[in-house]
């Protein structure tokens, strides 16, 4: 068995015996300071009748106000604990001492400060933990709006391009996506859920300029969650004059924040082709301010954002 070298043992020893010590302070002064608040009424409850079962009470108040000297020091970022000279031990005494003196008001204020401690440290980990999901959410969001403008780039570049289909065959297409769109993109992964709803709102809007469907017939159709995303990104990959008007009635059914969130990217798409005009402006303000109701983080933000584009067209 291997055996622990000499110098090794002295100083497990040194600090048992420190260790001691700060107990047995704790210990005296703690039952001492009690007596004296006993007896004189440093900080007694007014008209206690003095007793030996209210002695015993005091004593025990300042040993455990003695008992909570390490925390305190610690709370002040104090090392005299650590110290081993003689001095240091008389300072920890005096500070055990006043506070078994005043036990009652200590333990409070050093409860009072533990409790408030605990209640900013879950705050600072609650707005930690806000502020990683909002950090993640905008990844996810400049990701997919990635893919928006290559999307956007790739249609531009091959406007010839056009499925070999009927306009009433994808049409129809357009609404069987369109009414799938909240069953198929409901994951509980929020990245994954984001990404499902991109990429099928590309999908959508791909079918409708790429076979040069009709906006406004769309919108003739019952507006589903779908049919609102699919018009949204029919805006972005191939913004016309008049999508102004389509847009402002697709927010006017938009529910979800991803949707809302994509109507605005579409509005931005208007307002850098100059397709927003002076008396149309209004009217997107006060959808804008229809959404900032139940809107959370990213899309207020997005919302701020939308407002200073339009505020740049006025």
Known sequence: MEQKP?????????????????????????????????????????????????????ILLGIGAAFLIPLFLKMIESN?????????????????????IFSRRFISSIGDKILEAAKNAQKVALESKINTENTQKALISAKERIEDVRLAVD??????????????????????????????????DYGQRIGLKAALGRKMGEI?????????????EPI?????????????????????????????????????????????????????FQQEIGEVFRRLEEFK?????????KIAETENILSLLE
């Open 293 to 301: 109701k139940g809107a959370d983080h990213p899309l207020q933000l």
């Open 6 to 58: 000499i110098y090794d043992i002295f100083i497990v020893m040194e600090w048992d015996l420190h260790l001691i010590i700060l107990i047995a302070v704790m210990l005296v002064t703690g039952m001492f300071g009690g007596y004296l608040n006993y007896l004189n009424d440093f900080d007694t409850l007014e008209k206690e009748e003095k007793t030996g079962k209210i002695r015993m009470k005091y």
């Open 155 to 188: 249609i531009k570049t091959s406007e010839s391009k056009k499925l070999n289909v009927s306009g009433a065959q994808t049409l129809e297409r357009l609404k069987v996506l369109a009414d799938s769109f909240v069953g198929r993109t409901s994951v509980p």
């Open 224 to 276: 589903s969650e779908g049919l609102c995303v699919a018009l949204a990104y029919a805006v972005q990959l191939g913004p016309e004059s008049g999508d102004v008007s389509l847009l402002n009635q697709a927010a006017a059914h938009a529910k979800q924040l991803f949707t809302k969130h994509a109507i605005l990217i579409a509005y931005d798409t208007l307002a850098g082709n100059n397709l927003i």
């Open 208 to 220: 409708i300029i790429r076979n040069r469907l009709s906006k406004k017939e769309i919108l003739q």
């Open 80 to 100: 005299i604990i650590s110290g081993q000279d003689n001095l240091d031990y008389l300072i920890f005494a005096g500070f055990c001492l006043v506070a078994a």
